[in-house]
Structure formats: structure tokens, C-alpha cells
């Protein structure tokens, strides 16, 4: 069994896409089908709402309590929840309450979700930046 390998994803505080998050499965692993990680989300962490063009997302909650904006509603997941996020489809997901929660994310296909998170960290860019949102549409992702 391996170890997972842990990026951090925040600087001073919570910001867009605050936390850690350790890879399971890199999308390698899989021959790009599958990208897994476990997403740990302090207090105040948010991914704005977006849209990926090209993945399909599962949330499984494994801690804590997240909200989470899928197309026109918003739902809250606690632990054991598995919330399904079809690409297209606009999302995000934050922490609810006062603790951290823990979400497993799926992403299939994996490798181009991937390539983004990895190039951002590459670049040393800041999670909640305008490098972040130009960043993403080179992956066909879209911050509205």
C-alpha cells in the first residue's frame, strides 16, 4: 500500500479551494480515468461556484458538514452523503458550521483535473487568484 501524497492548498487562512488535499489515486494510476482525492476543508474553506466542461464530480462526505450549489438548488451534505456533479452543470461547495470536514472527490476523467491542480501548485499561484481563473479555462474549466 502507498502513501498518499498531500498538496497543500492555502496560505494564511481559508481561501477558494482552502485546505489540503491528499491524492488517493493519481489519474496516472488509472490511465486518466480517475483522479481521487481527500479534500480536508477548514472552517470558511469555498470553492466558488463553476463549470467544468470535461469531468464529472462525486463529493462523498466523510466529515463535517459541507453546502454544496449543484445547477439551481443547494443541498447540505453530512458524513456518509455521496453528492453526483455532472460536467456541465454549475457547482461549488463550501464548509458549513464551525468544524472541518473531510470529502473524498472523484473526478472522471481524471487527468485533465488533474494537470490544472498540479500546474497551479507548479506556478506557486495563490488558490483565489485572476492567475487561478485564467488558469482554469485552460482546462475548460469556468468560475461564475
Given at each position: 500500500?502507498?502513501?498518499?501524497?498531500?498538496?497543500?492548498?492555502?496560505?494564511?487562512?481559508?481561501?477558494?479551494?482552502?485546505?489540503?488535499r491528499?491524492?488517493?489515486?493519481?489519474?496516472?494510476?488509472?490511465?486518466?480515468?480517475?483522479?481521487?482525492?481527500?479534500?480536508v476543508?477548514?472552517?470558511?474553506?469555498?470553492?466558488?461556484?463553476?463549470?467544468?466542461?470535461?469531468?464529472?464530480?462525486?463529493?462523498?462526505?466523510?466529515?463535517?458538514?459541507?453546502?454544496?450549489?449543484?445547477?439551481?438548488?443547494?443541498?447540505?451534505?453530512?458524513?456518509?452523503?455521496?453528492?453526483?456533479?455532472?460536467?456541465?452543470?454549475?457547482?461549488?461547495?463550501?464548509?458549513h458550521?464551525?468544524?472541518?470536514?473531510?470529502?473524498?472527490?472523484?473526478?472522471?476523467p481524471?487527468?485533465?483535473?488533474?494537470?490544472?491542480?498540479?500546474?497551479?501548485?507548479d506556478?506557486?499561484?495563490?488558490?483565489?487568484?485572476?492567475?487561478?481563473?485564467?488558469?482554469?479555462?485552460?482546462?475548460g474549466?469556468?468560475?461564475?
Open positions: 500500500m502507498r502513501n498518499p501524497k498531500i498538496i497543500s492548498l492555502h496560505d494564511n487562512g481559508p481561501s477558494m479551494i482552502g485546505g489540503e491528499k491524492i488517493i489515486l493519481a489519474s496516472k494510476e488509472t490511465n486518466g480515468d480517475v483522479y481521487l482525492v481527500e479534500g476543508m477548514p472552517k470558511g474553506s469555498s470553492v466558488p461556484v463553476h463549470i467544468h466542461q470535461n469531468e464529472d464530480e462525486i463529493f462523498h462526505v466523510l466529515e463535517g458538514l459541507v453546502e454544496l450549489v449543484l445547477g439551481e438548488d443547494t443541498l447540505m451534505g453530512k458524513a456518509g452523503d455521496i453528492i453526483y456533479l455532472p460536467r456541465g452543470v454549475k457547482h461549488g461547495i463550501k464548509t458550521g464551525d468544524g472541518t470536514a473531510r470529502v473524498l472527490n472523484y473526478v472522471l481524471g487527468r485533465n483535473f488533474e494537470k490544472f491542480f498540479n500546474e497551479m501548485n506556478l506557486k499561484i495563490k488558490a483565489d487568484s485572476d492567475e487561478t481563473i485564467k488558469l482554469a479555462k485552460k482546462y474549466i469556468t468560475f461564475v
